[in-house]
């Protein structure tokens, strides 16, 4: 019995010694791919790319034209406004949204953000994007009285500031003195030109909410003058089916650049994304089709 027990007892000696064997060997051979696995999970996890961000390049100089924005956090919800300056920008109608807001809608795609504007009175949008928050506009003058109250994101134009009138009016309008600035002049509410009118020395300053509301003013001769910007009052004239040639243009008092604006809360960064957005519309050409189409200068 003993003996049959030292024969079993070996043969589970071997036994045992055998599956040490196999197991040291398993354990040798998945090792490797342990080990790799726990590197894995020790690394730290790389967020995916976005679909909108360019992948680096080992030269950026090359794209800095063509390659599309950087990415950058905009306000969410951000708001868009204007006022109606037929042909520039207006909502209804042949040809709407009008030059301006072609442009707006070009720059729009390459920020990747929707710049179709809400309309509204010059004098209500100007108060909206000063207020705040996340709220952009265009057009807008810039002028030291507005220079703390907006972020000033890009230039769009430059347009020039004219005093006009009916045919009948021209013999005045040819005289910059002290009669014309006795005349009755309309303005937009909410612009610049009534402080700049009064610190010319004009007494007389009627102010109207929008251009068809001036021009009716006038063809009544309740007011005799305007004094508006160039594109503005000649696209008034147009959208309203009058003949630009029963008014007479008198002189100019101002040049201006005109302005993309964000509400105070926009930043640099965000500043010059439009910026760089707008100088690639510049480089391809499509901001001197707008230049053309709107006749106005860069």
Known sequence: MWGRFASTGFQYGKWRSSMAGLLAALALAS?????????????????????????????????????????????????????????????????????LGELLAELGHELRHDLSPSFYPFARAAALVQRGPAVL???????????????????????????????????????????????????????????RLRSLGFRNIVEEADYPRILRRL?????????????????????????????????????ADVWLVGSPDFSEAQAEQVRAALNRLKADGRYAKFLQKARLKA
């Open 31 to 99: 090792g490797p791919c342990q080990a790799a696995d726990a590197e894995l999970d020790r690394a730290p996890l790389k967020a995916d790319r976005p679909a909108s961000v360019a992948a680096p390049e080992a030269s950026s100089s090359a794209l800095a034209v063509s390659r599309p924005a950087e990415s950058v956090s905009w306000p969410a919800g951000f708001q868009f406004v204007s006022s109606e300056f037929p042909p520039l920008i207006y909502a209804k109608g042949a040809g709407a949204p009008g030059a």
């Open 137 to 195: 506009m265009a057009p807008l003058v810039r002028s030291p009285a507005r220079e703390s109250t907006v972020k000033w994101l890009a230039v769009l134009y430059r347009q020039r500031y004219c005093l006009y009138g009916s045919k009948e009016a021209e013999p005045r309008l040819l005289h910059d003195n002290q009669a014309l600035r006795q005349m009755r002049v309309a303005v937009l509410r909410g612009a610049l030109s009534r402080e």
């Open 219 to 255: 063809d009544e001769g309740t007011v005799d003058l305007v004094y508006a910007a160039e594109p503005a009052f000649m696209g008034a004239l147009q959208a309203g089916g009058r003949d630009a040639r029963a008014y007479v243009e008198g002189p100019s008092f101002d040049t």
